[in-house]
């Protein structure tokens, strides 16, 4: 016998302090917990780049700020190279963009639409090259890259960040398109579009919000890496990661130009994951969740 | 449907697939036939073939079993605790209250960084004079003085360890409250029927219900953090002395400041085909339970 009914006795709002207290000690204050966790040492990094040098080496330290500047901001783009190396990074990373959309488009396409022997084996076969670890991969690139006379050039960067990318490129754009009714494509076949019309007129206008959440995967990707843009350039062209990674190794560390530099990189990876989050994790997830 | 021609899908396929062999299968084969020889970076044209000699090295070297043994740490501790985190994250997000959404985009944070600013973020937390944490510690009496985290062999690891959890449980947070959210209510109404309590439902509904994403995500976040050098590269450099050298960072450091490839590529393939053994045997024992 179910005794709810007894809880019409009760007031609603008698009741209610108790389960809003049961909510806030079980739910919200672990979680509020854990997202300080995940969020305090990004934030404090963020507040130091705009505190004054007095304030940020005097010990002990300030929690809430005294004063707020950009004097940091300004003059790691007005002194150093860092304007320059933040050009670098955009460049390589809307190369890194184009060249996974030119290949990750028909790969999937194919996949999704098309039924030939080692479909299944090519499929797989793209996830497990992700497993190869970078060092086993940067090595031989870097030979391969001297001959060609391309090291230290956008080239390298952009086909070094392909190796990695390209797997999670095709798998999430396969179920974007898996996603798009095969109807359309039978119909434009009907009305007698060779495969190459259907990809170019029925898939590619629908497939628009799955090549901008593709995009920005190639995007953050490309802006966050590191040992590529260390090992196959450096000099000519020098993204963000590897000239914050120089700033950091140096004897006397500034700390205030290095928070600064360190929140206009983190910038846009956070503003493009937070907006294409759904996107990402429902591509990471599908195949996890469907098992 | 009328799919063209049989050679069409190929066509389509040949741009990744021509990227692929000529970006990382050649590589890779490159790397292995590198490592069956002596080369050096500044001798580029003599590369006397040396046979198995550097993998007999390798097992000679007490560099490379404590590198191993890092190794074996810094994954084992690591995705435990990202597992474990954003296992508790997962379940909090899954139940229902106010400001739900916000704590769900917010948590995903550092994951978006790159390696290079979370390095950089804990290295100006752990930092000794004006790191948050020693500040905070000091000031709160939990640490009697200060700690200087990255530059005592003894808390180097953890201090890394704990950048890199901070990286990763937001991984197994967001991929976990999807598995989660599959789970049909039915299921849990159910075992409430049956008299389940939460802990009992949450053994048999919530864990078998989870058991192929945790197995998948488990598996991608064990790769990932077994090959990633960079955190250690720019928090430590693999030091102080060698208390932070994993074996991908021991590879690096050998080839690339060492400008011993030959050297470095064996490490690297002695620590591919490790991960392939260890992820050939999780994948079969995986397929086991699943049939079982």
Redesign the interface.
């Known amino acids: 016998m179910d005794e709810s009914f007894l809880l019409l006795f009760f007031k609603k709002e008698a009741l209610f302090p108790m389960k809003r207290l049961r ?1 806030f000690l079980g ?2 204050l ?2 509020a917990a ?2 300080a ?6 934030i ?2 963020a507040v ?1 780049s705009v505190r004054p040098d007095e304030e ?2 005097q ?3 300030r929690l809430i700020p005294g004063a707020l500047t950009l004097v940091h901001h300004i003059e790691l783009l007005r002194r150093t190279s860092f304007a320059a190396n933040l050009r670098d990074s955009f460049v390589v990373a809307a190369g890194a963009v184009a060249l996974g959309l ?3 488009l ?2 999937a ?3 999704s639409r ?1 039924r ?1 022997p080692g ?1 299944r084996f ?1 499929r797989v ?2 996830l497990v ?9 940067v ?3 870097f ?2 890259l001297r001959g060609l006379g391309l090291l230290d050039t956008y080239v390298a960067l952009i ?2 960040h ?2 990695f990318t ?1 797997p999670f490129a ?1 798998w999430l754009m396969t179920s974007y398109i898996d996603g798009i009714p ?1 109807d359309l ?2 119909a434009a ?1 009907m009305d007698g579009a ?3 019309q259907v ?1 170019r007129l029925v898939i590619l206008p629908l497939v628009v919000p799955g090549m901008v959440a593709v995009g920005i995967y190639l995007f ?1 990707a490309s ?5 590529f843009a260390l ?1 196959l350039a450096g000099r000519n062209v020098r993204t963000v ?1 590897v000239a ?2 120089m700033f ?1 190794g140096e004897n006397e560390i500034h ?1 205030g130009l ?2 600064a530099g ?1 929140t206009l ?2 910038m846009p ?2 503003v ?3 907006f294409a ?1 759904r996107h990402l ?2 591509g ?2 599908g ?3 469907k ?1 | 449907m009328r799919l063209g021609s049989p050679a069409l899908p190929w066509l389509l396929l040949a741009p990744a697939l021509a990227a692929t062999v000529l970006l990382v299968l050649v590589p890779v084969g490159e790397t292995f036939w590198l490592s069956l020889h002596d080369v050096i970076l500044f001798r580029p044209r003599v590369r006397p073939f040396v046979g198995l000699g550097n993998y007999v090295a390798v097992l000679r070297d007490p560099l490379f079993w404590e590198s191993l043994g890092h190794s074996v740490v810094w994954v084992v501790v690591a995705v435990s605790l990202q597992f474990g985190l954003g296992l508790c994250t997962a379940l909090l997000l899954n139940r229902t209250f106010a400001w739900r959404a916000v704590a769900r985009a917010l948590v995903i944070v550092p994951w978006a960084l790159p390696s290079v600013i979370i390095g950089l973020v804990w290295t100006w937390m752990l930092d000794f004079n004006l790191g948050l944490v020693n500040q905070l510690g000091v000031r709160w009496g939990l640490l009697e003085a200060p700690i200087a985290w990255l530059a005592r062999p003894d808390t180097a690891m953890a201090a890394v360890i704990l950048a890199v959890v901070w990286q990763g449980f937001p991984f197994f947070a967001v991929t976990l409250l999807a598995g989660l959210q599959a789970i049909p209510r039915e299921h849990y109404e159910a075992a409430e029927i049956d008299g389940a309590g939460v802990v009992v439902s949450f053994w048999n509904v919530t864990l078998p219900g989870l058991a192929p994403v945790i197995a998948t995500s488990l598996l991608l976040r064990m790769i990932w953090v077994s090959n990633s050098l960079d955190l250690i590269l720019v928090m430590t450099g693999g030091g102080p002395g060698t208390s932070t050298h994993t074996l991908p960072l021991y590879a690096f450091l050998k080839a690339w400041s060492g400008a011993n490839y030959g050297y470095g590529s064996a490490l690297a393939v002695v620590l591919t085909v490790l991960l392939l053994a260890v992820v050939i045997s999780y994948a079969v024992r995986a397929g086991r339970e699943a049939k079982a």
């Open positions: 909510l739910t919200e672990p979680l854990i997202l966790f995940g969020l305090v040492p990004f404090w990094m130091s940020l080496t010990s002990p330290v030119l290949l990750s028909p790969a396409y194919a996949f098309f030939f479909r090519l076969q793209f090259v992700n497993m190869f670890p970078v060092v086993l991969l090595l031989p690139l030979f391969v086909m070094g392909a190796t390209l095709i095969a494509d039978e076949m060779t495969g190459v990809l953050i802006w966050n890496e590191y040992l090992m990661t914050l990674q950091i700390w290095l928070t360190g990189v983190a990876a956070v493009l994951f937070l989050q994790v429902g990471l997830t195949g996890a969740v098992g």
